[in-house]
């Protein structure tokens, strides 16, 4: 008896999980698909916007994303930093059930360049001999 009226509320608990996971999944997809774009393309700021712009799409499409699922890729007026939107349509499998049939997954990443003034300090250069004294 306990178990016939528990059955469908962990039935429904595991459905419920199954697809938080799918649009969880799709979500971290589409998050390391966008910083790694907006890197690769800050390697060309400030000197070339337009080539950040591309190849921030070209790395974005190289890791998995649809060209239409890139919403936006934009350089700031002063070319220091770059900026991608991405949005993927996932659907639901069990939330059918329910009347959900699926939603929208947005990913935001950014990257930038600062200058060293901006640092106070522990600022080392990489690939130094960590015997290296510094001024």
Not at 13 to 20: G, M, R
Not at 45 to 54: E, F, I, K, M, N
């Amino acid at each position: 008896m306990v178990l016939a009226l528990t059955l469908p509320v962990l039935l429904g608990s595991i459905a419920l999980c199954t697809d938080v996971g799918v649009f969880y999944f799709n979500w971290l997809q589409l998050q390391k698909a966008a910083d790694a774009a907006v890197l690769a393309g800050a390697n060309y700021l400030p000197r070339d916007p337009s080539g950040a712009v591309t190849t921030a799409n070209s790395y974005a499409v190289l890791n998995g994303v649809a060209a239409s699922e890139i919403v936006s890729t934009a350089v700031a007026p002063d070319d220091m930093s770059i900026s991608m939107t991405l949005t993927r349509t996932v659907p639901a499998y069990f939330a059918r059930v329910l009347g959900l049939v699926g939603g929208p997954v947005t990913a935001k990443a950014t990257a930038g360049l600062r200058g060293v003034s901006t640092v106070r300090s522990g600022l080392v250069p990489v690939g130094i001999d960590s015997r290296t004294t510094y001024t």
